[in-house]
């Protein structure tokens, strides 16, 4: 007797009534493992540190600038024997790559804005871009461990030499340096009053009262930012 007809075969894999995976539980491991590859590429954007900004690339090339003038200097400085003196010979040493026209005493053009032919008279850095550079050297000299009382770019004798580079280049350019001044901000306020109702009114009593808060325009003063490099 044929008991074949009868009997159960073993279970195929292939069928969807099977005990393999199915195509759901598959889709979602592969969900899960995306969404866990996501949160790890985010943390190690987030750490990579932020470039930097335009400012602080200028301020580690002219310290570097700096450095380099001590070292070809003769005698050789040291940072920690520069002073305000040698500072100023910095600027000065600088004038050689100025691009901007200086005009002498005797120049047909002296005081003259805007000169109608060319002359003789030298490039010289400008007076904004000296005061700027100074700006950048004293703030990466004390970031690069030098005290504050003894930072080189904030002697007096700098600050002299800063001020007659102005003057002598606002004379003999014909262009007044002038200090930016800021518009004081006002804050204008309305007053308000409030009625508050006081109980029944008695005979020709006023139960009204009347009160308000006068607010004044309130204005602040903020202290001029560092002059900016102007490059003509």
Same mark, same amino acid.
């Given at each position: 007797?044929?008991?074949?007809?009868?009997?159960?075969?073993?279970?195929?894999?292939?069928?969807?009534?099977?005990?393999?995976?199915?195509?759901?539980?598959?889709?979602?491991?592969?969900?899960? %493992? %995306?969404?866990?590859?996501?949160?790890?590429?985010?943390?190690?954007?987030?750490?990579?540190?932020?470039?930097?900004?335009?400012?602080?690339?200028?301020?580690?090339?002219?310290?570097?600038?700096?450095?380099?003038?001590?070292?070809? /200097?003769?005698?050789?400085?040291?940072?920690?024997?520069?002073?305000?003196?040698?500072?100023?010979?910095?600027?000065? &040493?600088?004038?050689?790559?100025?691009?901007?026209?200086? /005009?002498?005493?005797?120049?047909? &053009?002296?005081? /003259?804005?805007?000169?109608?032919?060319?002359?003789?008279?030298?490039?010289?850095?400008?007076?904004?871009?000296?005061?700027?550079?100074?700006?950048?050297? @004293?703030?990466?000299?004390?970031?690069?461990?030098?005290?504050?009382?003894?930072?080189?770019?904030?002697?007096?004798?700098? @600050?002299?030499?800063?001020?007659?580079? @102005?003057?002598?280049?606002?004379?003999?350019?014909?262009?007044? &340096?002038?200090?930016?001044?800021?518009?004081?901000?006002?804050?204008?306020?309305?007053?308000?009053?409030?009625?508050?109702?006081?109980?029944?009114?008695?005979?020709?009593?006023?139960?009204?009262?009347?009160?308000?808060?006068?607010?004044?325009?309130?204005?602040?003063?903020?202290?001029?930012?560092?002059?900016?490099?102007?490059?003509?």
């Amino acid at each position: 007797m044929d008991s074949a007809s009868g009997g159960t075969g073993p279970p195929d894999p292939n069928t969807s009534g099977g005990e393999g995976p199915s195509s759901a539980a598959t889709g979602s491991i592969a969900a899960a %493992a %995306a969404g866990a590859v996501v949160p790890a590429a985010a943390a190690e954007a987030s750490s990579s540190p932020a470039p930097p900004s335009r400012y602080e690339s200028q301020k580690r090339r002219d310290w570097n600038t700096f450095l380099q003038y001590l070292k070809n /200097h003769k005698p050789p400085l040291t940072l920690a024997r520069c002073s305000g003196a040698h500072v100023i010979e910095f600027l000065k &040493y600088l004038d050689q790559f100025g691009k901007t026209k200086v /005009h002498a005493a005797g120049c047909p &053009y002296f005081g /003259h804005p805007n000169p109608p032919a060319p002359c003789a008279c030298p490039l010289k850095q400008a007076w904004g871009s000296l005061d700027a550079l100074i700006g950048r050297l @004293r703030a990466a000299y004390e970031e690069n461990g030098g005290r504050p009382e003894s930072n080189p770019f904030g002697a007096r004798a700098v @600050r002299i030499y800063l001020r007659e580079v @102005r003057e002598s280049q606002a004379k003999a350019r014909g262009i007044p &340096y002038e200090k930016k001044k800021r518009k004081r901000p006002t804050v204008t306020a309305t007053a308000v009053v409030g009625n508050v109702s006081a109980g029944p009114s008695q005979g020709g009593g006023d139960g009204d009262v009347g009160g308000g808060d006068g607010g004044g325009g309130s204005s602040t003063t903020a202290a001029d930012a560092a002059t900016t490099s102007t490059a003509v």
